[in-house]
């Protein structure tokens, strides 16, 4: 009762809660990473044991982006954004990042401190912030991450089923546009045998698979097409046939509409403008 009246008249009076400093705090905080990651950066940028992998890279956003994990990793404000350590280095894993790269930038963390005076205990504690990194920075893509990528960055003409498909899709095509009136004309007296190996290979070639194509250019190749009345109605059924293929071979849509757009893009020089 005593100690509840003092405190409603004179208030707590219990010794005050200790702050723990953070990391952040203790460094210097925001001023401090700010210029340790000036420092770090550019002695890092001289390093050609690692210098190679901020290639091509802006450094005044990595900076910044850096800052702002950093900040984040020794306590300070949470206003970091980018990926997590795995996927935001997994690419340059691909590239050979290793142990060795790792320990160099360690090496490099440890000598900024050094240069802004930071006490060699903050100095042992940092770095062992950035060594629990190590595993995650180092991990790379999983295979199911890989498989993705490298499906991504495949050509149209490996992901519709490369040459086979092509060959398939060539000989459907010729067969619809043979039966279709309003075309068919445009091929009479032409060797088809010969037209439909000449548009597998321009088609390889246009979607990405080996250049073998050495037929004339397409405003050359169809120009004397265009003195005959070829006009956009007839390229319109071309582009209609094309997709009806595609579709008869089961080509996903998102497929589909990418050869489209190639086709697309020819129109212009198939009709001489």
Excluded: C
Aim: cysteine-free; overall charge negative.
């Amino acid at each position: 009762m005593l100690q509840a009246l003092k405190k409603l008249f004179f208030g707590d009076t219990s010794a005050p809660k200790q702050h723990t400093s953070s990391l952040f705090e203790k460094i210097g905080g925001e001023a401090a990473v700010n210029a340790a990651v000036d420092i770090f950066y550019r002695k890092v940028l001289a390093d050609e044991r690692i210098n190679h992998f901020f290639e091509d890279v802006d450094m005044e956003k990595q900076a910044a982006k850096q800052k702002g994990f950093l900040t984040f990793a020794f306590g300070g404000p949470n206003n970091y954004t980018g990926k997590d350590m795995r996927l935001g280095h997994a690419h340059l894993v691909e590239k050979g990042l290793n142990n060795s790269h790792f320990d160099a930038v360690m090496e490099n963390l440890g000598a900024t401190l050094k240069e802004l005076n930071v006490p060699d205990e903050l100095i042992a504690e940092a770095a062992a912030i950035a060594e629990s990194t190590r595993n995650d920075v180092l991990a790379g893509y999983t295979d199911e991450e890989k498989a993705t990528i490298a499906s991504e960055n495949a050509s149209l003409f490996a992901r519709i089923g490369g040459e086979a498909a092509v060959d398939a899709a060539v000989d459907i095509f010729y067969r619809k546009v043979l039966a279709d009136d309003r075309i068919n004309d445009f091929f009479e007296g032409v060797d088809m045998e010969k037209q439909a190996a000449k548009q597998k290979s321009f088609l390889t070639f246009a979607f990405g698979g080996p250049h073998h194509y050495s037929g004339k250019d397409m405003r050359e190749g169809h120009a004397h097409l265009v003195e005959r009345g070829l006009n956009d109605s007839h390229f319109d059924a071309v582009m209609e046939h094309l997709g009806a293929t595609l579709k008869e071979l089961n080509v996903p849509d998102d497929l589909i509409t990418e050869a489209a757009a190639i086709a697309e893009s020819t129109r212009n020089d198939v009709l001489g403008r």
